[in-house]
């Protein structure tokens, strides 16, 4: 099979909709973009990442087929097994993802159209675990219209692509064999928790802290209802 076109099977490298059985994703190198210098290749066992610069950027992005976004939406996590193939060498390696673009004015970083989070994870040599990246799905984290997100929501159904980069360069320009892993079985894991999505308040979901300095929207057990309950629970 040629390199230009090698298709891994699910889960082998992505996993979309866990309960929605598997689905293949196919992935040439095409969709692989080295960054600054780094040597990113697709090996049936997963991507090798080499890079001997320390710039910041120094990694791979992958881009999901021309003409199209990912679609994250139906899952918690997005998840990759990252193994550090160097024999005296940390790996500190973050991990990227955007929905959006720059194409809108916009008077503050909040409301910037392009919105990006990342994770990180930093190996020893020979070591091997999972970097995982909570997906902040924009229906669940967006605040309503005059209120502020806490967190940084993406539009999870139209994600531009996933970064891998150095990170912490520290050492010197150029160091052979500073960045050298194996990025492998890159996946969507588990269900968004759409339960504590607000839904159909609008503009009823402010103030959303009652007289009694509670939440609003929910309910439970213990909840002072009325003046009456107060007393009663003193």
């Not at 150029?174 to 492998?184: N, P």
Request: net charge neutral; proline share 6%.
């Amino acid at each position: 099979m040629s390199w230009n076109t090698y298709r891994f099977m699910l889960p082998a490298l992505l996993c979309f909709g866990l309960l929605g059985g598997a689905a293949e994703l196919p992935l040439d190198r095409k969709q692989l973009k080295a960054q600054y210098r780094a040597n990113a290749q697709l090996t049936p066992d997963g991507i090798l990442l080499k890079s001997d610069t320390a710039e910041w950027d120094s990694g791979v992005q992958i881009n999901p087929p021309e003409g199209r976004k990912f679609d994250f939406s139906n899952a918690r996590y997005l998840a990759v097994d990252v193994e550090n193939l160097s024999k005296d060498k940390q790996l500190r390696l973050t991990m990227h993802i955007s929905s959006g673009g720059r194409d809108k004015g916009s008077s503050s970083h909040v409301d910037l159209p392009l919105r990006e989070v990342n994770t990180g994870i930093g190996l020893n040599p020979g070591e091997k675990r999972t970097m995982r990246l909570y997906l902040p799905h924009a229906a669940l984290f967006t605040a309503p219209e005059g209120g502020r997100n806490l967190k940084r929501p993406l539009d999870t159904s139209k994600i531009n692509s996933i970064a891998f980069k150095m990170q912490w360069p520290f050492e010197p320009n150029e160091v052979k064999g500073l960045l050298d892993c194996r990025l492998s079985n890159l996946r969507l894991e588990g269900e968004p928790e759409t339960a504590r999505k607000v839904t159909g308040m609008g503009d009823a979901y402010f103030p959303f802290i009652d007289d009694y300095g509670q939440y609003r929207h929910l309910d439970w057990p213990e909840k002072i209802h009325s003046d009456s309950d107060l007393k009663a629970r003193h």
